[in-house]
């Protein structure tokens, strides 16, 4: 009898560990595949035995309601880091964010009006309104007895740890550190960051930064040496033909230079625009560096010179002028006012913004806007300015 309460497994302390590390990462694949990729973006279709899986064991181990999820997550993208944003760092504070992500999820998730306008397309059959929503506590209940059935006392903290698992790690630390600390790739409209290249621990959400870059796209990572889990397991199960990928980000292919940019240009341009802006950030930067060190050999004491301007620049060159802090301006003006190279090369890098913001010109107004900023470039007499117009009439859709 005694030995039947100490559980129908025995392992060793190490071995109760990893059964805790796995079934939480069992969630946390079911969190990133199913609620976020699949039914929040719809950036890939799942085949219904994968689906019901994930929805179940989400059942059993979060108690989360499908629509519920999708629709907070969708209005934190419409309305990101604006009051309306139901869990930003940037208006909320990241205290409140990392401390109370769950609660601030929670209310949002019972705000009708919410699950009005962005809980469309989500599952709603017998299972789903008479189990999964009607009975949602029942599934971490049966999670709890089945964990002390198995394990005995230790089934009692592996279940708790199952439980702060999601609120720990995406309430807490992708909604609050994903939006305060970390690296950015590209310098989208929010304060989006990847927390870490390497996106494992809670299943690719780390590159967030990528994500709200690219939001419909079923994978996270960017750059070669990043890597994201959560897009490996949707590989796998497309091989096996359990899913179905819609859309991944939009990549950048460089041909040889047209003669002049043509529609097909300007579509892939607009197309990559982030990607765009960072090469452009990137290929001018020795440029830059190399023109403020010689601003500080011929005025070392200009009171613009008191902050760092060559990681300042390298901010601001892949930045749209509006997204710039207002604090921030007066410093970039000041700079820029010392030297006709760091005039143009950001002037001609704000030019490119017209390319891609929504206004009133018609392809044709954009096309000739593009063969003119091609034309000063490789006029400017800036090497690395006519290096990049050249690649940019080459860009071509992948």
């Keep these: 009898m005694l030995h039947w309460l100490n559980g ?6 190490w071995g109760y560990i990893l059964v805790a590390l796995g079934l ?22 799942l085949h219904p035995i994968p689906s019901h899986f994930f929805r179940f064991w989400l059942w059993l181990t979060t108690g989360m309601i ?45 705000n009708s009006e919410t699950l009005a306008n962005f809980g469309h397309g989500t599952p709603d059959d017998w299972l789903e309104r008479h189990v999964y929503t009607k009975r949602s506590m029942w599934g971490v209940i049966a ?20 439980m702060i ?22 310098e989208n409209e929010d304060a989006s960051r990847n927390i870490v290249p390497w996106g494992i621990l809670i299943g690719g959400e780390e590159l967030h930064n990528n994500h709200h870059t690219f939001g419909t796209s079923a994978k996270l990572s960017n750059k070669p040496w990043e890597f994201d889990i959560g897009w490996l397991y949707i590989r796998t199960l497309e091989v096996l033909g359990m899913a179905k990928v819609k859309r991944v980000a939009p990549a950048v292919k460089v041909v040889a230079p047209k003669p002049q940019a043509d529609l097909e240009t300007l579509q892939a341009v607009i197309a990559n625009r982030y990607e765009i802006a960072a090469v452009y950030a990137r290929q001018l930067k020795a440029t830059v560096a190399l023109e403020i060190e010689q601003l500080r050999e011929r005025a070392p004491h200009m009171p613009q010179f008191q902050f760092n301007p060559k990681r300042a620049m390298k901010r601001w060159l892949k930045q749209d002028r509006k997204d710039t802090p207002t604090e921030d301006q007066a410093k970039l003006d000041a700079l820029l006012a010392e030297s006709k190279v760091l005039h143009t090369v950001y002037n001609m890098r704000q030019e490119l913004t017209a390319l891609w913001e929504r206004s009133s010109s018609s392809k044709e107004q954009l096309l ?10 490789e006029a400017s007499g800036i090497e690395a300015l006519r290096e990049f117009s050249l690649r940019l009439r080459g860009v071509a859709l992948a």
Excluded at 8 to 13: A, D, K, N, R, S
Excluded at 167 to 186: E, L
Excluded at 368 to 377: E, G, I, M, P, V
């Design 8 to 13: 129908l497994v025995e392992l060793p302390w």
């Design 24 to 45: 939480t990462h069992i969630t946390i694949a079911s969190v990133t595949i199913f609620l976020h990729r699949h039914q929040a973006h719809r950036s890939l279709d």
């Design 66 to 110: 499908t629509k519920e999820w999708a629709a907070v997550h969708r209005k934190h993208h419409a309305r990101c880091e604006t009051p309306d944003d139901p869990h930003s760092p940037q208006t909320r504070g990241i205290k409140k964010v990392l401390l109370e992500g769950s609660e601030l999820y929670r209310v949002e998730s019972k």
């Design 143 to 162: 999670m709890a007895i089945i964990n002390m059935l198995l394990f005995g006392p230790n089934g009692i903290w592996i279940w708790a740890v199952q």
């Design 165 to 186: 698992w999601i609120p720990i790690t995406a309430a807490g630390i992708i909604n609050g550190i994903g939006h305060f600390w970390g690296y950015r790739n590209f």
């Design 368 to 377: 000739k806007q593009l063969q003119d900023w091609c034309a000063r470039a």
